[in-house]
């Protein structure tokens, strides 16, 4: 099985910079994705790791440390309409019928609060 | 071009009646995947359909819940005899090829079981 750990809230203010920890558990492991979700609004991805270092996407990077099992996302330069919950996930491949499965397990999320 | 439709946007409904949710995923895509969130949690995975292939329906609380995909493309939900702790929102995503990441979510269904 998956499991995985963020923190719940994390609060910042505009114009600084935060960083979303996200550890995970699992029996099988082929990359960390992110998503990000405004309230009552439907998760969008944001980036994913499939192998150890440092992926950067304009102002989000998102770094991962398979030996560590650990990854987080980093947002710079925050906006207030970068309140929102981030979601790591683990993508896991399973032997299918005819060829390759993937699903996403998410993790509870943490919700980001910027501030002035 | 549209991004994947999911209908109804709320649903309420009586405690021990049966539901349909539906899902349009973008045209093309042949892996189609439910979740469901409740208040405050993250997504739970329910089922997956990847092109013609049996689906994966190793998330589905219980055998009240059915998913079927026809001709590749429409998903409905189905939640029968529904219960209080169904309440949740419920997220339809597809992609383009199943070994990719990015998943695209619909808007959701709210569903509300009284």
């Known amino acids: 099985g998956q499991s995985l750990e963020q923190p719940s809230e994390v609060t910042a203010v505009e114009g600084a910079i935060v960083q979303i920890n996200c550890t995970y558990q699992?029996?099988?492991?082929?990359?960390l994705s992110w998503y990000q979700q405004h309230d009552g609004g439907a998760p969008t991805f944001l980036s994913y790791?499939?192998?150890?270092g440092l992926e950067e996407t304009g102002r989000f990077s998102s770094f991962l440390s398979r030996s560590d099992s650990y990854g987080y996302l980093l947002l710079q330069e925050l906006q207030m309409k970068d309140s929102a919950s981030y979601f790591c996930?683990?993508?896991?491949?399973?032997?299918?019928?005819?060829?390759?499965?993937?699903?996403?397990?998410f993790g509870t999320g943490t919700r980001l609060q910027v501030t002035l | 071009g549209a991004g994947v439709s999911q209908s109804p946007s709320n649903k309420v409904t009586e405690k021990g009646k049966d539901v349909e949710l539906r899902c349009d995923p973008i045209?093309?895509?042949?892996?189609l995947y439910w979740y469901r969130q409740s208040l405050g949690q993250g997504l739970e995975f329910l089922i997956y359909?990847?092109?013609?292939?049996?689906?994966?329906k190793s998330g589905l609380p219980s055998d009240r819940f059915s998913a079927e995909r026809t001709g590749g493309s429409v998903s409905t939900l189905t939640i029968q005899r529904t219960q209080q702790e169904d309440s949740a929102v419920y997220l339809c995503?597809?992609?383009?090829?199943?070994?990719?990441?990015?998943?695209?979510f619909g808007p959701g269904t709210r569903l509300t079981v009284t």
């Open positions: 359909f990847q092109g013609n292939s049996a689906p994966d």
């Open positions: 699992t029996s099988g492991f082929y990359g």
């Open positions: 790791n499939a192998l150890d």
């Open positions: 995503a597809s992609t383009h090829t199943p070994g990719l990441d990015e998943q695209y």
């Open positions: 996930a683990v993508r896991d491949l399973q032997g299918f019928m005819t060829g390759t499965a993937s699903k996403l397990t």
């Open positions: 045209s093309g895509h042949t892996a």
